[in-house]
């Protein structure tokens, strides 16, 4: 498949019969507001849409941890604070994220602990 849906298909998640992990695509897609774009092919996305899918990819394996590198880069104002919101949710579902990112108001909206390096040295570390 090309869809979104398609791409959780060849996440590696074993076990799990399709019609079972076709419901938790849905509920990912659904908790990250991709619904409506399911059935799209993913190159005709737009780059926040993308990156979206990027976190949904990850999220398919259950992690308890999510690594993020960067998801707001190349973004414009809107997409930007939409990942904000996402990552938000994400936090609220009790979910821990380790974020690496150079856009600091939108950082600042969503981390409860910060470190901040300058150039692999830590200058600031809070809450």
């Known amino acids: 498949k090309a869809s979104l849906f398609g791409f959780f298909l060849g996440t590696g998640t074993a ?6 992990f076709g419901q938790s695509a849905d509920e990912i897609l659904a908790l990250l507001g991709l619904s409506s ?3 799209e092919i993913a ?7 993308l990156r979206a899918l990027g976190i949904a990819i990850g999220l ?6 999510l690594l993020l590198d960067e998801p707001f880069a190349g973004m414009n104002h809107e997409e930007t604070m939409r990942m904000v919101e996402m990552v938000r949710r994400l936090r609220e579902r009790g979910l821990t994220i ?3 990112e150079h856009d600091m108001p939108a950082v600042m909206k969503i ?5 901040v390096l300058n150039f692999g040295q830590k200058i600031a570390e809070g809450t």
């Open 15 to 20: 076990k799990a019969d399709e019609a079972a």
């Open 37 to 39: 774009l399911a059935h």
């Open 98 to 100: 380790l974020l690496v």
């Open 60 to 65: 398919a394996t259950n992690p308890s941890i």
């Open 43 to 49: 190159r005709n996305l737009p780059h926040g849409h």
């Open 111 to 115: 981390s409860d602990r910060l470190v």
